[in-house]
């Protein structure tokens, strides 16, 4: 039985019909699938099948090592949205919830190759010469989390230099002990500098500008 | 829990130019923008609706069950709706924009938005509705994130077992105890007033959880405690003075709401409470600007008086266009 409901389906459908450039999803499980795993793959299995844009790709994390190692996966279910080239966009834990319009963006823009971001700010993201790690702590449950989720994409896709994962909570209960995160959405740099919020583009932007340096 | 995938409805980017002049700018994306823009789109009015979100505060809202026409609806799906039959117009929409600053230049009024676009308009409706009110209390701000938070439904699943309280006596209050109910091992539900506000239906609800709930009726919260999270809360009895501590990991802060209309503190006339004066035509004191739902004094917010408000806000800004010409 189809994950997505036939309203859901079709709607992503006709989202999909404006697509450009092809799609890779690259998703990690294990044979005795994790929780959530299986449901990960199918719905990007079921994703895939949407668009002739959209490929999928099923690794298991354990007998593919190198591939994991290639794509930098610690933990899984992880799915990477990759165009013409890797552009360090994850999502580890089940994009579920509210957290499927962050999946339906990220495929959209890495189909256009560019993210809708305003000149001023592609033009500070532009000036990031160093490697930026971005992780957004999310609930599946929560209406302002994927805002946040998509917008560390887009960074993502507009720097070689950032990788920008989301993060399922509940999924992952060892990193949210490990960053303290107790309220979502929540984004983490570098392992250590963090903020709560979803803000807006220029103060998440000069959020991540401050602490590249 | 089952799971669930949720799509929102996609949003149309603005075709305008900066320079271009709109007959209409209507502020805020919540029921009342919302009916606003469909009216408006409807009497041909060239219009430019700029908001955070789409939604406002609906989003937030598990379930609706007293908008007509539907006997049970969750928030997201109401709105949902509401975007289906914007989309069906040809509206100019600037969403994810907050406005900075408004101002009544001439003949037309200026609108800055945080990052720094600009547009003008001959008429402006502020539908910019209400936000979570903070307690003001000691520790408050440093622990957010760190065990204080303003939405239940987003930060619940990070009090599995452990006792968290919820201060309010309001429905949002109620509803947020009744999803914390099924999560956390224990609750404190504490309100300054002596009896509780909320609807009859979701007291008895809670009433029936009495094994987890401990009720604290005509307390305030004296200090939010902790240093990189939180340990507890220390409350005192409002009559007798005495202080309590609890050990709580959670506070939720459900103590209503704020209205956003700092924008335009300068601009317009507000009641005590922060909300823009309008008469019953939604007309504040500056011809030309309005307001509509929960932003504005209109007594009682409910979406559909938000909506209804949208509305007629937009009925009279169209009489006001006609006469400018």
Request: net charge neutral; proline share 4%; with cysteine.
């Amino acid at each position: 039985m189809a994950l997505l409901k036939d309203e859901v389906q079709n709607e992503v459908k006709e989202r999909f019909k404006k697509l450009s450039g092809s799609v890779r999803l690259v998703n990690f499980t294990q044979k005795i699938e994790c929780h959530h795993c299986e449901d990960t793959r199918r719905l990007i299995e079921e994703i895939a099948s949407f668009s002739p844009k959209i490929s999928s790709e099923v690794y298991d994390f354990v007998i593919d090592k190198e591939k994991a190692q290639q794509y930098k996966i610690d933990k899984i279910p992880a799915v990477v949205v990759e165009g013409g080239k890797d552009y360090g966009i994850r999502f580890f834990g089940i994009p579920g919830g509210y957290e499927f319009n962050s999946l339906v963006s990220s495929i959209i823009d890495v189909s256009r190759g560019t993210a809708d971001l305003s000149p001023e700010s592609k033009d500070k993201i532009g000036k990031i010469n160093k490697p930026l790690h971005i992780q957004v702590f999310v609930t599946l449950t929560c209406p302002y989390c994927p805002g946040a989720v998509q917008m560390a994409h887009k960074l993502a896709l507009e720097s070689e230099y950032i990788i920008s994962d989301m993060v399922e909570s509940a999924e992952f209960p060892h990193l949210t002990n490990k960053y303290g995160v107790m309220g979502v959405p929540k984004v983490i740099i570098n392992e250590k500098f963090g903020f709560e919020g979803a803000l807006p583009e220029s103060s998440f932007i000069d959020a991540i500008m401050k602490a590249s340096r | 829990m089952e799971l669930d995938f949720v799509l929102s409805r996609e949003e149309k980017g603005p075709a305008g130019k900066t320079e271009l002049i709109y007959d209409l700018a209507i502020i805020g994306g919540g029921p009342a923008g919302m009916t606003a823009a469909v009216y408006a789109a409807r009497k041909r009015i060239k219009t430019l609706l700029i908001s955070n979100d789409l939604g406002g505060q609906v989003l937030w809202t598990t379930e609706v069950e007293n908008y007509m026409g539907y006997q049970y609806i969750e928030g997201t799906q109401l709105m949902n709706k509401f975007k289906e039959q914007v989309r069906q117009f040809p509206i100019d929409q600037e969403i994810g924009e907050e406005i900075e600053k408004l101002d009544k230049e001439e003949k037309f009024f200026s609108l800055l938005t945080r990052t720094g676009k600009k547009f003008r308009a001959k008429t402006v409706i502020i539908a910019s509705g209400k936000r979570s009110r903070p307690l003001n209390v000691p520790g408050e701000k440093r622990l957010i994130g760190r065990g204080v938070s303003y939405c239940s439904i987003c930060d619940a699943p990070f009090f599995e077992g452990k006792e968290v309280a919820v201060i309010g006596g309001g429905n949002s209050a109620f509803e947020a105890a009744l999803d914390l109910v099924k999560i956390a091992s224990g609750i404190y539900l504490i309100d300054i007033a002596s009896s509780w506000k909320a609807d009859p239906i979701l007291v008895e609800q809670i009433e029936k959880e009495k094994k987890k709930v401990t009720f604290f009726p005509a307390h305030r919260i004296k200090e939010i405690e902790g240093k990189d999270k939180l340990e507890g809360i220390t409350i005192e009895n409002l009559s007798r003075k005495e202080t309590k501590h609890l050990p709580v990991q959670g506070v939720f802060i459900e103590i209503g709401l704020i209205p956003n209309s700092e924008f335009v503190r300068s601009l317009v006339k507000l009641n005590q409470i922060g909300e823009i004066i309008i008469d019953c035509s939604n007309q504040t004191n500056i011809p030309g600007l309005f307001a509509a739902g929960d932003v504005s004094s209109v007594p009682e917010k409910q979406i559909i008086i938000a909506a209804g408000e949208g509305a007629k806000a937009t009925l009279t800004a169209h009489q006001y266009l006609i006469r400018l010409k």
